[in-house]
């Protein structure tokens, strides 16, 4: 009898959501699992803000230890998370259909603050670059620091002052708790490979690549790959105020991103539609191109000003 394939995840809501889409797709095809629960240190640390504790992996790096050491089989990740350079000795084994990549803004109460780009309110996120992207088009607004899990920061923002606060579509879809006093954003340019759901195992792993494969969606994979190259190639992690998207809409990848400082004032956008011919380099080419309109000298000022 086959072993239970143990896959490691965090304990929150979200996260066993997603675990559990993988685990019940694996038994659906024949190969028993299990769930193994493991503390990241962005779980443990629910004050300080995501940038100022070191971002890069810290929602993943203590799965890839589990995984490196042995301790599970699989690691179940929200993709934005992932470093752009995976962990020597992994590699992905599957990236799941990508769901919703945009951004919401969960209301207080009403939204006429919004028509107001002079206006004051107030905002809450963790995130540089919603924050960033969001003090851009209204630079009077106070931005507020809001961590935790899903659940914990729609309570956080039902018990405030604030107007609203920023949060993922995808994460709210997938455990049903989008508000209805909700609006999307579709004028924030996304995180890259947000909604994507990424699967790690070993490198050399090969019965749990193969028993990945049915979960894998190339169209999903290839579009999040131009995302974080684009990233990767402005030398940006998970904390630099970076958007990047890339859809595969009536036979053609639309690409859009951008870099805005961290007060907003300043903001390099990007946007290209070629053909899915020549859609693999266009990532690359994007952040080249935003290069040389000035983005290098705002991605040094974006690194000194953190640390």
Known sequence: MESKIRIGTRDSRLAVWQATLVMEQLESAGHPAELVFIKSEGDIDLVTPLYAIGVQGVFTRNLDAALLSGRIDLAVHSMKDVPVQLAQGLRSAAVLPRADPGDLLVLRNDAAFLDDREGIASIATSS???????????PNHRIEVLRGNVNTRLKKVALSDWNGALFATAGLDRIGQRPSSSLVMDWIVPAPAQGAILVVCREGDEHLRVACDPLHDEP??????IERTFLSELMGGCSTPVGALAEIREGKLHFKGNICSLDGKTCINVQRTVSLAAAADIGREAALELLDQGAASLIQKISNSLT
Request: contains cysteine; glycine residues 0%.
């Open 220 to 225: 999903s994979a290839a579009c999040v790959h």
């Open 128 to 138: 540089l670059r919603r924050k960033a992207q969001w003090l851009h088009r209204y």
